[in-house]
């Protein structure tokens, strides 16, 4: 049954099944207690319903694109990152870009119809994963929308309308184990829809936090991009806040960014969640994911891949194991941060 899994907020940190995260655990001086290491691990459901692109992700063992073994896979390697001491990962319902970074994002990965639906193939596959993670206490941070998928919609209603099915999705399953992220990087000028831009995006997150069932309603945020300082207006009516560290390469502006979040004037205690960078350094005294820490924000492993893309967690076909010194790096940083 699902709801093995809890994730609530107390203050500034996190908490699964009512006690604080790596409990009681320090990491050379800092407090590692309460907060959320994770990894972008977007394309768990992906597919690609473009003809013309699909041959791009094809299995050079197989020379064929396959989304049941994709998704397969993933689940298999759930345990290995558990075991480590990750305890999150983001997917995404429209995934993410597998080439890393570019345009224009012609394959067709969305989750949702047109008119906002969720796709039986692609519920299938989230429910697996969800239900996994919730067997294995990792908390899934679900993203909705991507841009570069989200001109799939017909309109700002099926938006609305795939955003509530999201959410009541997750609410009927009995799932306690998700965070929801609305989009990613919401301030990114490719959203052809305006709710899903900085000026209205605030209008989902409020719309999130209405849908309740039993009493119970799900923990939201949104993501800004590299760099980005979140908006007052989603700040204030966020659970959580979401940044990303992409693009910034000095760790001392990951530090800073956590310091002017926090003086933001609609900014009360709640946790500050990086779960997208793709900075590394992992051996060296100085690096974004020991910034974010030194200040007290949980930070996320943003792996794009290096050779023509082919090998990092958001690269096509995903290799979901440990099979790049990149990888191993992180999982032992983790490691050895969580104690375990």
Known sequence: MPGKTRI????EGFLINGEATYRGRSFNGMKI??????SRMVQAAFDDLNPETRQQWVYPDTGEWDAERNVTEFLAALPLYREHGLLAFTINVQGGNPRGYGEPQPWHNSGWTEEGELRPEYEDRLRRVVSRADELDLVVILGLFYF???????DEAAVRKALDIGVNWVLQNGFTNVLIEVNNECDVPRYEHEILQPHRVHELVERVKQATRDGRRLLVGTSYGGGSIPGERVVAVSDFVLVHGNGVEDPDRIAEMVRQTRALPTYRPMPILFNEDDHFDFDQPENNMLAAVSEYASWGYFDPGQNNYRDGYQ????N???NTERKQAFFEFVKRMAGV
């Open 33 to 38: 207690e309460g907060l959320l290491l994770n």
């Open 8 to 11: 609530s907020i107390e203050d």
């Open 320 to 322: 979901w194991g440990l």
């Open 148 to 154: 570069g998928q989200d001109e799939r919609f017909r």
């Open 315 to 318: 690269s096509l076909p995903v």
